[in-house]
């Protein structure tokens, strides 16, 4: 250690003060490291798959702070292209968001940003790349941002189960064809290869447990349908926030960007299996599959009660609310005839030339005006209509929304909604948290091919 004699450490003390005092220090500062690393993905059969992740690995590092805490992160871009990161869900200073050329210039490769905001509410989140997204985030650049209740309900584990959907040639790497017209027109990017991550890294549980599964669909355009299998409980938060009434946890539908938290009891005898699966039309895939090792207690363990709620407002009438309709239209089999590209109205065939396909009220990409202006604490309801032949996952930067039932009751608390083909469906929120927020659909290749807008929330 460093032994100042007093005069040295007065002289040094008087001349620091002279210094402009640092707005902050960042000594500390944990890093994120956008680069390249290459993980055992498939199996050990199979050569490593090379991947762009945080500090090298897919997912990232998980963060865990508690509610109310801030998160500081430095974002070190170790890429050849710019990238930024945005922390999905959280209700953020409009400045941390991390959308390049909207709330902040992209981060430059070998350059640093350094990303400082609280985590206002419980729950699970997620972080990922916002720049060229359908690459970035299709090779691996994401992870958990888990914020915890103060008073988090017992259990025995507390897993997050990061559920991602991956497109690998025979020898187990990254197909690097991001930018199909084809996929960018039907359903996106879909993959071959399903995989989910436990974290903690979780091989066996023992019956009669409770778990916490935080599951996170990270798929660039992949809805998961997930099944569990020898377990049961309720589903008790929806995109991080809690349900006033947990639900029967049976098959969890999650659209890209999509959580849901659900505490089960392991049901599964020894010599059984707890399995996470995927639903499809086919046979269904194990996803996870966890041994049982022995017994725990049978002692009744209490019901699976609500999760504390978070500080968020929630709408309570929609008087005085101003009503925005959002028309989706474009894609294969979606009849486009033309639309409105960087200011230029453009027919189908030249908007396919600039890579956009999909159109949010006539425009493709994202318009120089706000679909919407608001102000703190006016009502925003935005009816959508989805006229096109596909589903998307309409995702709200900064706020979380209810949808409007068509019994006129409000839904769970949202960021991402999942609207099926031809589906009507309504959102509303009350504005608390002024700045330029996208609103976007979270299936990549949509987003890439111009499901992009903005809302403007005014101070
Ligand atoms: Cu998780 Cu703008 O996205
Ligand atoms: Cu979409």
Redesign the pocket.
């Given at each position: 250690m460093l032994n100042l004699k007093r005069r040295q450490f007065l002289a040094s003390a008087a001349a620091a003060a002279l210094l402009p005092k640092p707005a902050l220090t960042f000594e500390t500062t944990e890093v994120l490291e956008a680069r390249e690393g290459a993980v055992s993905m498939v199996s050990s059969d199979y050569p490593d798959t090379k991947i762009w992740g945080y500090n090298g690995g897919v997912p990232g590092p998980e963060i865990r702070v508690q509610q109310g805490a801030r998160v500081q992160r430095r974002l070190v871009n170790s890429l050849d292209e710019p990238t930024t990161i945005?922390w999905?869900?959280i209700r953020i200073d409009n400045a941390m968001d991390g959308?390049p050329g909207v709330t902040q210039e992209a981060v430059q490769p070998n350059t640093s940003f350094e990303y400082d905001f609280e985590a206002p509410d419980a729950g699970t989140y997620?972080y990922?790349s916002?720049f060229n997204t359908t690459e970035q985030i299709s090779r691996g650049l994401y992870g958990a941002l888990i914020v915890e209740e103060p008073n988090a309900p017992e259990v025995d584990h507390d897993i997050t189960v990061v559920v991602d959907d991956w497109r690998l040639s025979q020898d187990a790497q990254i197909d690097p064809d991001f930018n199909q017209i084809h996929d960018w027109s039907h359903a996106g990017r879909l993959g071959n290869f399903l995989k989910a991550t436990l974290t903690p890294a979780l091989t066996e549980v023992k019956q009669n447990q409770r778990l916490r599964l935080r599951f996170i669909c990270v798929a660039t355009d992949r809805v998961m349908n997930l099944a569990m299998l020898g377990m049961e409980g309720m589903v008790v938060a929806l995109d991080g926030m809690p349900l006033d009434t947990p639900t029967p946890a049976e098959l969890l539908t999650l659209g890209p960007?999509q959580r849901a938290d659900v505490i089960v009891d392991v049901t599964a005898a020894q010599g059984e299996k707890a399995m996470i699966g995927f639903i499809s039309r086919e046979d269904p895939i194990a996803l996870a599959s966890l041994d049982i090792s022995g017994q725990a207690s049978l002692a009744r363990r209490p019901e699976i009660a609500p999760l504390p709620a978070n500080p968020i407002q929630r709408l309570t009438s929609l008087e005085g609310a101003q009503t925005v309709p959002l028309n989706m239209e474009g894609g294969a089999m979606g009849g486009l005839q033309s639309g409105i590209y960087k200011g230029q109205q453009m027919t189908t065939e030249e908007l396919v030339q600039n890579g956009q396909i999909w159109t949010l009220n006539g425009v493709a990409g994202l318009p120089e005006t706000p679909l919407a202006t608001v102000a703190l604490g006016e009502t925003l309801r935005i009816p959508i209509l989805n006229n096109t032949a596909f589903a998307h996952a309409m995702?709200m930067?900064g706020a979380h929304f209810q949808e409007v039932l068509p019994d006129g009751s409000f839904g769970p608390l949202r960021d991402?909604i999942l609207i099926e083909r031809q589906e009507a469906r309504e959102i509303a929120f009350t504005a608390s948290n002024p700045g330029d927020w996208?609103f976007?659909c979270?299936m990549l290749s949509h987003?890439a091919a111009g499901m992009i807008t903005w809302v403007k929330v005014t101070s």
């Open positions: 945005h999905h869900g959308v997620w990922h916002h960007a995702h930067h991402t996208v976007h979270h987003q």
